[in-house]
């Protein structure tokens, strides 16, 4: 079955390093993904991860996946208020397939 | 700008009507995906097509039916509205290219609400 969970809220102060955490049931997914939303945008992709792989960094944005226990993390290095949106992970395979999503993480960043 | 377009960005409309939202995917792009973002549902698949063709199918409604024109734009139908279809509609699209690593590139959306 297809369930992806995530803490629903998440704060942090500029500076400091914000790490939201995911956890997934679907274990023959191929990728795993972070997507952003800010408020009346829509989703932009920030990062994916190969489900062989167990790190991807990416300038600020560090992605761990324990496949063993199914769980996703994305680590935000040096959090701006900029980042204050809302993640979404999500899990799919290679192809032209559906991406199915978690529910979300709220990151509210604080001067 | 992730480069596909939706319209309308909002619609406010009454129970028991019919609406349409539109979708232009990248240029280029022959896949479409259409997913529904609710508080109570979350973000959720409802329908993708390709190439003008139905390709795969989630949680979509009976009253919702979607089409992929020639010129490969979408449109998402929604008809015999309820309160509870009050979401933000969100299409997506990809390439060839893309599709090796499933990258969906995602329109501003179109937010509904049913009053």
């Known amino acids: 079955g297809e369930d992806v969970e995530q803490s629903l809220f998440l704060s942090v102060r500029e500076g400091d390093s914000s790490v939201i955490n995911c956890t997934y049931t679907d274990s023959s997914s191929t990728y795993l993904y972070w997507y952003k939303q800010e408020p009346g945008a829509g989703l932009q992709l920030l990062t994916y991860i190969f489900s062989n792989m167990d790190m991807k960094q990416d300038q600020r944005l560090t992605v761990l996946l324990n496949k063993k226990d199914k769980h996703l993390s994305l680590r935000i290095a040096d959090t701006q208020t900029g980042d204050s949106a809302i993640y979404f992970c999500?899990?799919?395979?290679?192809?032209?397939?559906?991406?199915?999503f978690g529910t979300g993480t709220r990151l509210l960043v604080s001067p | 700008d992730s480069g596909v377009t939706q319209t309308p960005k909002h619609l406010i409309t009454a129970t028991g009507q019919r609406v349409t939202l539109r979708c232009s995917p990248r240029?280029?792009?022959?896949?479409v995906y259409w997913y529904q973002q609710s508080l109570d549902q979350g973000l959720q698949f409802l329908i993708q097509y390709y190439n003008g063709e139905e390709r795969a199918k989630g949680n979509i409604l009976e009253r919702f039916s979607a089409q992929q024109f020639p010129d490969l734009h979408s449109e998402l139908n929604l008809s015999s509205l309820e309160l509870g279809d009050s979401a933000l509609y969100f299409c997506?699209?990809?390439?060839?290219?893309?599709?090796?690593?499933?990258?969906?590139?995602f329109g501003p959306g179109t937010r509904l609400t049913v009053l």
């Open positions: 997506a699209s990809n390439s060839r290219e893309d599709s090796r690593t499933n990258e969906q590139f």
């Open positions: 240029s280029g792009d022959l896949s």
């Open positions: 999500a899990e799919g395979d290679t192809g032209f397939q559906k991406l199915v």
